[in-house]
């Protein structure tokens, strides 16, 4: 791929922007949707696979499949049996598994999600998702405040500094700010994160706060916490208060067991006794399931969103019948990222 030089650059950045404070200035904050980039990180194997097949055909329902970049870190595991949107996406980039690599796969997301910033597959504004999300409406907004950084995240309410405390043992001791100033400007992340001009150092810092967390957690001995990476970017994050734009809100995702119009569908609860993700942790027929997930959603009406992920089952099975799957998948992402050093920057 041809070099940009800087000056052209700058140019391009320049252009960029004011087209969208025309746009927002015509259209108001809608105009986000279109112009915000999706991202999430996964593995390969059957349980996050179908996900991510349920994922895409989200988006193309909403005609935004080419805005959604995916990252897969190679795993040995036994995948999906019918793939069918994954080995036909665009922006899908294999990696090798580095997080595992590195004591905690987990670590895929910063570590991809820095590779698609520095290497320019993402540009800003970037929505970070987990992969039990589905896109629901695109007719949102989201205020960013021009060229300040911007963190605004979907409220996790079991995201609690108690909880972090506890799993994660005492992890503000050894950070730079005190445990009242931690607790009392906690962010409860969940689901859905959305980010704005923020620098590679911030991302490469999150990183090197990740690593910290769990090399304390195996020191420790204890088991190394799943929301370790969630609790590096809110330890980031409250580090940098002042510097970065904050905003929670209750409105960016719903559950499945429920009626609100918001952007996006969390499934990570299910709906009670139906549906749990749980259930299709692994394809069969090696392994216990409980069936094809996405067939199990056929059955699944008892919520309007519930309903919703019903009918985009029925669209991805009616479009994988009727073609059959791309193979072979994209070739690995090369280099592979360079572990990152924890050193001080500025915003």
């Not at 309410?157 to 043992?169: D, H």
Request: aromatic share 14%.
């Amino acid at each position: 791929m041809r070099e940009t030089p800087l000056n052209e650059d700058i140019g391009i950045l320049f252009i960029y922007n004011r087209l969208l404070k025309i746009i927002q200035f015509q259209f108001g904050r809608n105009y986000y949707y279109y112009f915000m980039e999706y991202f999430v990180s996964t593995d390969q194997r059957a349980y996050h696979d179908w996900q991510i097949e349920l994922m895409i055909e989200s988006f193309k329902a909403q005609g935004l499949e080419n805005k959604l970049i995916i990252t897969a870190a190679e795993t040995n595991e036994q995948r999906y049996n019918n793939i069918h949107n994954i080995f036909g996406h665009a922006k899908y980039f294999r990696h090798a598994n580095i997080g595992m690599q590195r004591g905690f796969s987990k670590l895929n997301e910063l570590y991809s999600l820095a590779w698609c910033v520095d290497n320019r597959k993402i540009n800003y504004p970037i929505c970070i998702m987990q992969p039990h999300v589905v896109f629901f409406d695109k007719n949102y907004t989201i205020n960013f405040p021009d060229e300040q950084p911007s963190l605004n995240v979907a409220i996790d309410p079991f995201f609690t500094f108690e909880l972090a405390n506890q799993k994660a043992g005492d992890f503000w001791k050894k950070q730079v700010n005190t445990m009242n100033y931690y607790k009392d400007n906690w962010l409860p992340i969940g689901s859905i994160m959305f980010i704005n001009n923020m620098s590679i150092d911030f991302i490469n810092r999150t990183i090197a706060v990740a690593e910290y967390l769990i090399v304390e957690q195996i020191i420790n001995k204890i088991p190394v916490w799943e929301e370790t990476i969630k609790l590096a970017w809110t330890i980031n994050t409250i580090d940098f208060l002042g510097k970065v734009n904050i905003n929670a809100s209750y409105n960016y995702t719903s559950s499945m067991n429920n009626g609100n119009i918001t952007p996006f569908i969390d499934y990570n609860h299910g709906l009670p006794p139906n549906f749990n993700k749980s259930m299709f942790a692994y394809a069969p027929p090696a392994c216990m399931s409980f069936g094809d997930p996405i067939e199990v959603l056929l059955n699944c009406h008892s919520s309007p969103n519930s309903d919703y992920m019903s009918k985009l089952s029925n669209r991805l099975i009616g479009s994988r019948t009727k073609s059959e799957p791309i193979k072979p998948e994209p070739e690995p992402i090369k280099p592979e990222p360079e572990p990152i050093k924890s050193e001080p920057i500025e915003l």
